[in-house]
């Protein structure tokens, strides 16, 4: 063996009769596409039931505060911001993009950086409505019982645990892991320049 | 476009750039089918603005690259479907050496190598990965050096 076409002959002779026939690749790609879109859809669809029932409730329910009405505003705004989010995924599903390898990295490049925005800000704005608006929109309830404040002091407990220890663990985490996947991506530019 | 056919020619193709990439048998046949089901989603979208095996091959490869992003092995269970557990084959030594010192090379040579070794034409090689045509040559050139010198490393010339 001597010379680069050797070495391509050598290539060649890998075995590939372990891969699936062309039918049964084409069965998987529904399956997949199937699922993977039933899950955003499930979640918009969720996402849309919610707005509904928070605008009907805001039409046909006499909130005697001013509280619960802003509350309701704020929590509507939290999925609003959640089926924003979504909708973008659902395009992105759908938009393939022909692109060279060096276009490809850049773009995975970006699109942790978005990720990296989303779970910074956008989840954060997210939450901070969510959490302002259940505490506005529950604080008519816990004033009229004592069944309404014990549920209402229980929100509040989770909603504590929830900003000081569990969001800024999975925060971490999530953004180690983002940081580290642009520090490849930028290693992987550096190769082609 | 038939899907079929498509899968027929390059399946093999595609399958020896993702072993020359991964160098894990198992992971570059599952590969091979992510990047046949991205392939055939993308289907209607393709414009032929370029070449079919550019189209391909870009896809291909951007799909290996991505596999960085599964830093652990990818767990079957999110796989699209479950293969038949197939026997492997055990790889014959040479080859498996090939393969050893083509997994020694940076990501993007690795890239490069494989679609050489597939005999690409050097203009299309610079249209998948997105070199400028005139530094195509040089590089290539200074990669096949080095996977020749590391053959050669591993007594496998001779």
Redesign the interface.
Known sequence: ????DN??L???????????E????????R???N?ALFRTVRLLAYAFILTLLLITLWCYTNPKMISTSIGEGFLLLAVLILIGTNLNTLHRFYY?R????????AF?KKTHERQLFYHSRTQVLGLCCTTVGILLYLFETANQHAAGLAIYIAVLIFLIVLWLFIRPAVFKKQSAKLQL?IK?MEN?AS??N | MD??AI??EH??QV??IC??YLND?EYA?DL??EI???I???LP???Q??KLST?IF?IA??HC??A??NSKRMPTTEL??Q?ED?Y??P??E??AC?YKCIAEL????R?IISL????LPQTEIA?????EPTNTRVKIHRI?AK??EK?KKYG???
């Open positions: 063996m001597d010379n680069l070495i391509r050598l290539w060649v002779s890998a075995r590939t009769s372990m891969l699936p062309p039918d049964a690749v084409i069965m998987a790609a399956k997949y596409k699922a393939t022909d692109l060279n390898n060096t276009e490809f990295i995975l996947l490849q992987l190769q082609i | 899907f079929e899968y027929n399946k093999q399958f020896r072993m020359g048998q046949r091979t089918q046949f089901i991205a055939w989603r993308s979208s393709f414009r603005e370029s189209w870009r490869t951007n690259l991505r960085i992003e699209p479907l293969l197939v492997e084959e790889i014959e040479q080859l090939l940076p990501q993007m040579e890239i050489v070794l597939e005999d249209l998948i990965i997105g070199f096949k996977l020749t053959f496998q010339f001779g």
